[in-house]
C-alpha cells in the first residue's frame, strides 16, 4: 500500500504547491522532489521514469520553441500592435473591444499557444480598456476563458493537445481539420453568453483618457510566425517533428534580435522557462505512478467504450471534471492512453474536455492561475463567484455544443 499512498499524497502536494507557489517558488522546487518520491518507493520503475521522459521530450522542446517564439514577437511589438487594432476598432465602445477581444484571443491562442495569450495579450487588454474608460471585467475575463477553449484548434496551441497529439495518430493537418469546427463553435457559443453576463458592463458609456496611436505592425514577426506554421504543417506531413519547425522560427527571431541588440542570450533563455519545463517532466512521472497504482482503472471503468455520440459527450464530460479535480495536465495525461484505445475521436473529445472544463473552476488549468495573478497585478481583483457562475453558464453548453461539432466532423471527415 506505500506506492499507491506515496503516489497520491505526491500529486496532491504537487497540484497544491503549483495553485498556492509558497514563497512564490517555481513548481519545479516541489514537483521533482516529488518524483524522486514515487521513484525511490518504487511506485514507477527506472525504466518507466525512462519511457515517460522519452515521450514527454519531444513536448517540452516543442514548448519551449514556442515560449521563445512568443516572448520575441512581443519585443517585435506584435502585442502592442494589437493593443492599438484593439483600440481603434473598438471606436470607444465596448461590445466591439470585447469583439477584438475575442477574435485576437482566439488567434493567438491557436497560433502562439495559451500561454501567449494570458501572458502577453492580457496585460495589454487591460490597458486597451483602461485607455477607453471601458469596464474591464468582459474582457479580461475573454482572455482567461479563450485561453482554454480556443486553444482547441491546432496541436501547438496547448499542452495538452500536445502531450495527446502522438496517440490521436492523426497529421497536423488532419487533426486541426477534425478540430476546426468544434473550435469555431465553442468560440461562437462562449461570445453569446459573454454579451448577456456582461450586458450592463458593456452597455456602459466608455470615456477615453487618452486617443490610441497608430502603431507600425511587425511585419518581420507576422510573417515567420506564418511560416513557423506553414512549417508545423510540412513537418508533420514528411514526418519530422514539429518541434523543429518551432525551433526554427524561434531560431530566425532570434538571430535578428541578437543581431540587433534587442535581447542577450540570457533573456532567451530565461523566456524558455527551464523550471517550468522541468514542472512538466516532474508531474509526468508522478501522474504516471498514479495512474499505474489504481487511478488508471478506475478511470477505466467510468470511460464510455467507441466514438458514438452519447460516447463522445461521456469522454468529453469525465475529462472536464477530472480536469477541475486535479488540473488538466495530469487529467491529460491520466486520460488519453485509455481514450487513445476507442481511436482518435475519443482522444479529441477528451480535449474538448481538459481545454474547455477549466473555465469552471481556478484550478481547473495553470493558465488560469497565472491569468488570476496578472488580474491582480493590474488592480482587478477576481470574485470567486463571479468566476464560477460564468463558468457554470459557459462550460456545460460550450462542452456540449463543441462535442457535437467534433461528432460532426468525424462524420463528415473521417479520421
Known amino acids: 500500500m506505500l506506492a499507491p499512498s506515496v503516489s497520491v499524497l505526491a500529486l496532491a502536494v504537487v497540484l497544491i504547491c503549483a495553485v498556492v507557489r509558497p514563497f512564490r517558488l517555481p513548481e519545479a522546487v516541489f514537483a521533482v522532489p516529488a518524483a524522486g518520491a514515487v521513484l525511490a518507493v518504487g ?4 525504466e518507466a521514469v525512462r519511457e515517460e521522459a522519452e515521450r514527454l521530450g519531444p513536448v517540452i522542446g516543442f514548448l519551449a520553441a514556442v515560449l521563445v517564439l512568443a516572448k520575441l514577437c512581443d519585443d517585435e511589438g506584435l502585442f502592442h500592435a494589437c493593443g492599438s487594432w484593439m483600440a481603434r476598432w473598438s471606436r470607444r465602445r465596448p461590445q466591439r473591444l470585447l469583439g477584438a477581444v ?35 471585467g468582459p474582457h479580461a475575463y475573454a482572455s482567461a476563458h479563450l485561453s482554454n477553449t480556443a486553444s482547441l484548434l491546432l496541436p501547438v496551441s496547448n499542452l495538452t493537445n500536445l502531450l495527446a497529439f502522438t496517440a490521436t495518430g492523426l497529421g497536423f493537418t488532419r487533426f486541426a481539420l477534425l478540430m476546426l469546427l468544434p473550435w469555431l463553435v465553442a468560440i461562437a ?11 450592463r458592463d458593456l452597455a456602459a458609456p466608455a470615456s477615453p483618457t487618452t486617443p490610441p496611436a497608430p502603431v507600425a505592425v511587425p511585419l518581420f514577426a507576422l510573417l515567420t510566425v506564418a511560416g513557423t506554421l506553414g512549417g508545423f504543417a510540412l513537418a508533420s506531413a514528411t514526418g519530422v517533428d514539429p518541434a523543429w519547425a518551432a525551433a526554427a522560427g524561434a531560431g530566425v527571431l532570434a538571430v535578428r534580435a541578437l543581431i540587433r541588440r534587442g535581447t542577450t542570450p540570457r533573456a532567451l533563455v530565461g523566456s524558455a522557462a527551464l523550471p517550468f519545463l522541468a514542472f512538466v517532466l516532474a508531474l509526468g512521472i508522478v501522474v504516471r ?5 489504481g487511478l ?26 477530472l480536469a477541475n479535480l486535479i488540473n488538466n495536465l495530469p487529467a491529460t495525461l491520466a486520460l488519453v492512453p485509455l481514450a487513445a484505445a476507442s481511436g482518435p475521436g475519443a482522444v ?7 481545454n474547455i472544463g477549466p473555465n469552471l473552476t481556478y484550478a481547473g488549468s495553470l ?8 488580474a491582480h497585478e493590474h488592480d482587478h481583483p477576481v470574485a470567486l463567484g463571479e468566476f464560477t457562475r460564468l463558468g457554470l453558464l459557459t462550460v456545460p453548453a460550450t462542452l456540449v455544443a463543441s462535442t457535437v461539432a467534433l461528432w460532426a466532423s468525424l462524420q463528415l471527415l473521417g479520421v
Open 43 to 46: 511506485a514507477l520503475t527506472p
Open 102 to 136: 475575442f477574435a485576437l484571443a482566439s488567434l493567438i491562442t491557436a497560433v502562439l499557444s495559451l500561454d501567449a495569450t494570458v501572458v502577453l495579450l492580457t496585460p495589454v487588454v487591460f490597458a486597451t480598456a483602461t485607455r477607453m474608460g471601458a469596464r474591464p
Open 189 to 199: 457559443v462562449e461570445y453569446g453568453v459573454f454579451r448577456r453576463f456582461f450586458a
Open 289 to 293: 505512478a498514479v495512474v499505474e497504482n
Open 296 to 321: 488508471g482503472t478506475a478511470l477505466a471503468h467510468v470511460l464510455p467504450d467507441g466514438t458514438t455520440l452519447p460516447a463522445l459527450l461521456g469522454f468529453a464530460a469525465v475529462a472536464a471534471i
Open 348 to 354: 479529441l473529445a477528451v480535449l474538448l474536455g481538459v
Open 367 to 374: 493558465a488560469t492561475l497565472l491569468w488570476r495573478r496578472i
